[in-house]
Structure formats: structure tokens, C-alpha cells
């Protein structure tokens, strides 16, 4: 990193926004935010956005909470304590003012910031990069800082590279070969493509750069608007696209690439398929997302545990396990674990057989249970021999079944199964 990249990163602010519910997970997202999700053995979602700031010189930040918020407070206090304020460091947790009419609860994604701009003053940043805390990724906030001023945008969005007709669900810029952002759509039936790449289409990530003074002003003026001006993508950037200057940041001119990873890594882990397929995938022997390189950590909080101890090795009754990821505290008990990725403090014991099991902290998995492409829920023990997988039909009605054929066990489930 230049010194200039240096600097603007100093000047700024990161506000995360991790209110989000994350329907579509569940029951996981029951008693936790989606930003909140366990993923990887041993990080949070939210973990990979505050990671990024930090790696890029960004020690200002601010996290807005919404939903179910005391699992993400409880984690920042734990595993992000380490900023000092006398190193112009803070990280703040902004939790929506929740009284009973509703009225100051957050309305979206502009309004979050608005609600806390008294705040954000305070520690009178030049610039300030709005991210979404819910997406796994690896990515130099400073280098679009420094594309959003070199290129005096009013506005610059994040942005990743799909297949055009994936692009259906998100919003979506026509840009031109300058990279200013023509026209921004929300959810198009037909995206515009990229320029030069009819395939393709450029799909928002979520992340905006600003500078301070004129986002402040922004939000100011839309402030009384009763049904208006409460969301970035809905509302604020069509707006300056129409009216100011708002310029395209292709992910792939930031992301950050370590070791085994060939290409850009974003994925939005917000379904039971996609989650599970995201931490299974971690198991590859050259995973598309390599948590292994120190050179852009992943910050979070660690529990003291001891390291994970494999027992037993008799013929049927063996603890071992290929292509997995086992966690500290874990205790492999005459189990055979294939392609599996298992969180702090997971118990399993013998002659029980798990294929593609991503374990949350602290489930117990008893004797001759046989588990085949599931996600279990923290916490959720697991009955002697218990076959999950093999039998369709069965599965979707004791537990909750996707169209992949990946099954999520919560402990209701399973005492529902013992009535």
C-alpha cells in the first residue's frame, strides 16, 4: 500500500451494516443475525467484512444491529476489543433505537446510516465506505478508496462480475467503458450487460464509498420523505446516477487472492444450499477461498480450547478423518468423518459415520448415527443412531429439507422425534 492509499484509508470511516435477519437460512437465523452465522470452524460472517477494513487501514468503524442482536454484540465484544483510542482506533456497536411504536427502528439501509450520524461526525472522517456485514470475501477497501477519488465520483458502488442472467436478484449498473454508472436497476427481468461482454452484467455487492460532508448533505435532504430515501440501492444511488456523478468498482480490481485462490471469491451464503456448500467447499484439497495464508488474516474471536484428539482405532471403530476440517476442542471418538467440517467443541462418538456434516459449536453426535449431507445447529445433540440422508421422504418430514438435498437438524427437531 502507497502512502496516498495509506492516508485516505486513515481518513476514513467503515459502517457495517448487520441488522439483517436472513430469512431464507431458517431456523439458524432464529436466534442470531445472518451477519452473525458461524462459517468456516470458526469465524462469523461478519468477521470477513471487519477483517477486510482492518487489513486495509480502516481502524474507524461503526456496526449497525437490528435482528436478534445479542449473538453479534456478544461476539464483537469478545473478538474485536483490540482497538485502542489512542491510536484514533474505535469500533462501535449502533443498535437501532428500539421503542415500542417502531418509529426509530432502522428502514433500510441509508436510513441505518442516517440514524447515526451524530456518531459518525464525531470522529470527523473525510470519506466513508458503507458495507454489507452478510457476504464472504477477501477484498482491499483502500484501493476503491482510492478509485472513488481519483475518479471524483459522487458515489462509488462495488460491484461483482456474474453471468448476466444471474443477475436477476440483485441490482444491477449499465456502465460505460469509463466505468461511470449509466443506469442502476434493481432485480432486472433482462440485465444490461457489461461493456464489451454481453454475458455478463455487473451486480451491486453492496459496498458504497462517499465522501463524508456530501453524504451527510444526502441524507439530509431526504430526511423528511415519509416512503423515500431510506435505502442505498433502492432509493439513494438511482438517484445520484440521475443527478451526480456515480462510478462501478469491479470487485476483481480488489479482492484479495492468497495462495491456492485462482479467482475472485464473494458468495452470498444467504440459503441452507449455499451455506453448506461454502463451508464443504473449504474441505477441497485447493479450496477457492484459502483461509490458511496469514498475509490478509481473518480476524475473530478464538476460544480457549484444547486441540481436537482422534481415538480409538479398531477395525469399524477408528477415529479419523479425510478431507475435513476439525476445530479445537473437538474429540473424534471411533467416528469416520469424510468431506466434513466441524466447529469448537464437537463430540462424536462410536461407529457413527458423517459425510458432508457441517457441525455448528458444541454438538454431540452419540453411537452408530450415520449423517450424510446435513447442517447442524450449536448446541443440538444428536440420538443414537440416528440415519439422516439416505431416505428422502423421511428426512423432509422430521426436518427441514431443501431441493439440494441438504437437511438442517435444530434440537426442536429432534426432541419433536422422542414425543
Known sequence: MDRETQRLAQQSMAFVLA???????????????????????????????????????????????????????????????????????????????????????YKGTADAVAQNIDIIRDYEPKYIIVLAGDH????????????????????????????????????VMKVDAQDNILEFVEKPKDPPPMPNDPDHALASMGIYVFEAEYLYGLLEAHKDHEDYGHDFGGD????????????????????????????????????????????????????????YNNDWPIWTYSELTAPAKFIHNEEGRRGHAVSSMVSGGCIISGSALEQCLLFTGVRTHSFSELKGVVAMPYVEIKRNAKLTNVVIDRGVIIPEGLVVG??????????????????????SMIDDLEV
Open 19 to 105: 441488522g439483517g435477519r436472513g430469512s431464507r437460512l431458517h431456523e439458524l437465523t432464529d436466534r442470531r443475525a445472518k451477519p452473525a452465522m458461524y462459517f468456516g470452524g470458526k469465524s462469523r460472517i461478519i468477521d470477513f467484512a471487519l477483517s477486510n477494513a482492518v487489513n486495509s487501514g480502516i481502524r474507524r468503524i461503526g456496526v449497525a444491529t437490528q435482528y436478534k442482536a445479542h449473538s453479534m454484540i456478544r461476539h464483537l465484544q469478545r473478538g474485536w476489543s483490540f482497538f485502542r483510542a489512542e491510536r484514533n482506533e474505535s469500533l462501535d456497536i449502533l443498535p437501532a433505537s428500539q421503542q415500542m411504536n417502531d418509529e426509530n427502528w
Open 136 to 171: 464472504i470475501y477477501k477484498q482491499d477497501y483502500s484501493i476503491m478508496l482510492k478509485h472513488h477519488v481519483d475518479s471524483g465520483a459522487d458515489v462509488t458502488v462495488g460491484c461483482i462480475e456474474v453471468p448476466r442472467m444471474e443477475a436477476t436478484g440483485f441490482g
Open 236 to 291: 439513494i444511488i438511482p438517484d445520484i446516477v440521475k443527478n451526480g456523478k456515480a462510478v462501478a468498482h469491479p470487485f476483481s480490481r480488489s479482492c484479495v487472492r492468497t495462495g491456492t485462490e485462482k479467482e475472485p471469491y464473494w458468495r452470498d451464503v444467504g440459503t441452507l444450499d449455499a451455506f453448506w456448500q461454502a463451508n464443504i467447499d473449504l474441505t477441497d484439497f485447493e479450496p477457492e477461498l484459502d483461509l
Open 390 to 411: 439416505e431416505d428422502p421422504v423421511a428426512d423432509a418430514k422430521r426436518f427441514r429439507r431443501t431441493d439440494g438435498g441438504i437437511c438442517l437438524i435444530t434440537q
